[in-house]
């Protein structure tokens, strides 16, 4: 959960002393925890503390994210590799081709933060809804203190070659993305890693097909009735595929 922040002053000795003196930066600028101003034309509109918005904003579906330590230049039996599996519920599509692009936020309160550093490889695996309880559990213990595979019962799978390290892929998912990180520049200030897509692979097998969604607070909401309205996205056409299954 992003940290708390300061809420902004809204008295009139303090507009005076911003009139004053130039605004701040940015940075140095302390957040309101929810709008100050108000709506003359609605009575319906309601203020909403701006610290929360991301259980608004906060994107689907939520993931769960593996690495591994595996060294490629030495042999390893599988129990030597240290395999790790976090939840995540923090990304998003930064480009469609060439490379495609995705980013996520893994920081360094996350086990599998280090591993991501040394090894710069993960795989992104979408979970059904029918796992919503399993990836909470996952997300309420560390790799570091338990096997997590063998105690969420998670079938690992050897990813393709242009995964070095062993991050694998989860066989109970719905789909897996193999990542390679493309760009590092917003680690230090954002945690945010951009990642670039060298593989993608999808469970076609899967009676549950629903993904799951955080609202930011713990509840969570299942995917419902699919609507298809490609033929409505006349602008969008070249990403689609109307002669081909979404899962492939």
């Not at 990304?91 to 090894?119: F, N, R």
């Not at 029918?130 to 213990?141: A, H, P, S, T």
């Not at 063998?150 to 799978?157: A, C, E, G, Q």
């Amino acid at each position: 959960m992003p940290p708390k922040r300061r809420s902004q002053t809204t008295s009139s000795s303090a507009r005076a002393a911003k009139k004053a003196k130039p605004a701040p930066s940015s940075e140095s600028s302390p957040t309101p925890s929810s709008s100050s101003h108000t709506l003359p034309e609605s009575t319906i509109l309601k203020p909403y503390d701006i610290s929360k918005v991301y259980r608004l904003l906060e994107p689907g579906p939520v993931l769960l994210v593996t690495t591994s330590n595996r060294d490629a230049s030495k042999s390893k039996t599988d129990s030597e590799h240290t395999y790790n599996v976090m939840t995540m519920g923090f990304h998003m599509v930064v480009q469609h081709s060439d490379p495609p692009l995705l980013a996520c936020v893994i920081g360094p309160w996350d086990h599998s933060y280090k591993t991501l550093q040394e090894t710069k490889e993960c795989v992104l695996c979408i979970p059904g809804a029918d796992l919503v309880e399993q990836v909470v559990d996952i997300g309420n213990v560390s790799s570091a203190e338990v096997d997590k595979f063998s105690t969420f019962n998670l079938t690992k799978t050897r990813a393709s070659e242009e995964i070095q390290h062993g991050a694998p892929l989860i066989e109970e998912c719905l789909a897996s993305i193999e990542c390679r990180v493309h760009d590092r520049s917003m680690v230090k200030r954002y945690n945010m890693w951009v990642l670039e897509v060298v593989g993608a692979w999808t469970n076609g097998a899967r009676e549950e097909k629903r993904t799951m969604h955080h609202k930011g607070i713990g509840n969570f909401v299942l995917d419902g009735e699919e609507v298809d309205l490609r033929e409505r996205m006349v602008k969008w056409k070249e990403f689609q595929d109307d002669d081909e299954d979404e899962e492939g």
